[in-house]
C-alpha cells in the first residue's frame, strides 16, 4: 500500500464520557489462558515507525502531529519568532513545533480531497475546521471528527493557540481510511464524536494494574461508538473496522480479542518503552501486525504506554493516489483534478485560505445544513 505525508498532499497541488469503570466488556482471561497466550507467536510483522505511519489496507495511512507550541497572540498564531523556519512548508520541528503549511497560525489551509475519509483524534489542543460546504468546527481534548471526502470537499484544519499566558500543546492522529469504490463518488458528510459520547473502559488486571481503551470505531464487547457517516467503509458491519487506542500502567496486562478471520490489524506502540505480545517483545515506536484470527495477550514494561490499534477487512480494489486524492485508476485521478479545477469542488466561502473561529468559542460543529451541535 502505497503512502503519503500531508505535506506531498498539498503539494501536489501547487499547479456522560461513556465509561464501562465498573465492569470489564469482555470476560477475563484466567490465569492458564493468559499462559497459553504468553507462549503464542500471534505478530506477523514488527518495524519502526516513520513519517507518517505505514497501514494496511483498508487503511492509506496515519500521522501523529506532537507539537509544544508557546504561547499564543493576538492573532492565535504563536508568540515566537518564526525566523529560519520554512514558511508554507515547515515540518522540521524546529523547538518542538511545526507551523506546517500555515503562515500566522499553525496547520492546514485550504485544500481538496476526494474518494477517502479522514478521522482526526485530537488528545491534546484544538482544531478549526472550515470547508467548502459552509460547515465549520472547533474540537480537540479527546474529541474526534470523521469525514467522508467522497466526490469532493476542500476543508481547512487550523491550531489555533487560545491560550496567551502559557503553553498550546497540541497532539492528534489523522488517519485515512479508504473509500470501495462504489462509494467513492459519494456526498460530503462530516461526524463530530465529543469526548463524552466517545466510550472508554478502564479495566485491571489480577495485580490491578489497570489498562484504560477508548473505542472509537468498531465495538468492544458492549461498548459501542457514535456511528461513523452512513457511506464509511466502517459502516459496513462485515468490514469489522476498529480505533482503539489503549493507554497501560507499567507492568500491566491486557488481552485483546481476535479480530475476524481476514482482518488486518496492527497495533502502533507510539509512547513506552517494552511492550510484550503474546511470545514476542518489542520496543517502543514500532508498528506491531498481528496474525488474523487470534487473540493477543499485551503485557507492558516498566514505563507507561499508549498504543493505537487500527484492524478491518481489506476493500481489496486497486489504490491509485496522487496528492489528495485516491481513486482506482490514474484515469479516475485525472478526473479529481478536472473536477476539481472546473468546480473547486463548491468553492471556497471563507474570507482567507487558514480561517479561525473567535477566541472565546467553545467547541462546537455547524453543518452544511446550518444545524448547530456544541460539545456541552
Request: proline content about 9%; glycine content about 10%; some cysteine.
Amino acid at each position: 500500500m502505497a503512502t503519503m505525508d500531508r505535506r506531498t498532499a498539498l503539494g501536489a497541488l501547487a499547479a456522560a464520557p461513556v465509561m464501562a469503570a465498573c465492569s470489564r466488556a469482555e470476560p477475563s482471561p484466567t490465569r492458564s489462558d493468559e499462559a497459553a497466550l504468553a507462549l503464542e507467536d500471534v505478530v506477523r510483522d514488527v518495524a519502526p515507525l516513520g513519517f507518517p505511519w505505514e497501514t494496511l489496507d483498508p487503511f492509506l495511512f496515519c500521522v501523529h502531529h506532537d507539537d509544544a507550541y508557546p504561547a499564543g497572540n493576538e492573532r492565535l498564531g504563536p508568540a515566537a519568532s518564526l525566523a529560519g523556519r520554512a514558511i508554507g512548508r515547515d515540518f522540521a520541528g524546529k523547538d518542538g513545533w511545526r507551523m506546517y503549511h500555515g503562515d500566522v497560525i499553525p496547520g492546514f489551509p485550504q485544500h481538496p480531497h476526494r474518494g477517502f475519509e479522514t478521522v482526526t483524534l485530537v488528545r491534546r489542543g484544538l482544531v478549526d475546521h472550515a470547508d467548502s460546504l459552509g460547515a465549520a468546527a472547533r474540537y480537540g481534548r479527546g474529541d474526534v471528527q470523521w469525514l467522508t471526502a467522497g466526490r469532493g470537499v476542500v476543508h481547512a484544519e487550523m491550531f489555533p493557540l487560545l491560550d496567551r499566558g502559557g503553553p498550546n500543546p497540541l497532539e492528534l492522529f489523522q488517519i485515512w481510511l479508504n473509500l470501495p469504490r462504489a462509494d467513492k463518488l459519494a456526498d460530503p458528510h462530516f461526524v463530530m464524536m465529543w469526548e463524552r459520547t466517545i466510550p472508554k473502559q478502564r479495566a485491571r488486571d489480577a495485580a490491578g494494574r489497570g489498562t484504560e481503551l477508548t473505542v472509537v470505531a468498531g465495538a468492544f464487547g458492549d461498548l459501542r461508538p457514535p456511528a461513523p457517516p452512513p457511506r464509511s467503509w466502517a459502516a459496513r458491519a462485515e468490514s469489522d473496522v476498529a480505533i482503539w487506542t489503549l493507554k497501560m500502567a507499567p507492568g500491566a496486562r491486557f488481552t485483546l480479542p481476535a479480530a475476524s478471520p481476514g482482518a488486518n490489524r496492527a497495533l502502533y506502540f507510539f509512547r513506552g518503552s517494552q511492550l510484550r505480545v503474546g511470545a514476542r517483545s518489542v520496543p517502543a515506536a514500532h508498528r506491531i501486525v498481528l496474525r488474523d484470527g487470534a487473540a493477543a495477550l499485551l503485557e507492558n514494561g516498566a514505563d507507561e504506554a499508549e498504543i493505537l490499534l487500527l484492524q478491518g477487512r481489506p476493500i481489496g480494489e486497486p489504490v491509485a493516489q496522487h496528492g489528495p486524492f485516491v481513486m482506482t485508476s490514474a484515469a479516475e485521478v485525472q478526473q479529481a483534478y478536472a473536477d476539481y479545477r472546473r468546480t473547486g469542488f463548491g468553492g471556497w466561502p471563507w474570507p482567507s485560505d487558514g480561517p479561525v473561529h473567535g477566541r472565546e468559542d467553545g467547541r462546537f460543529a455547524r453543518y452544511p445544513d446550518g444545524r448547530i451541535d456544541r460539545a456541552g
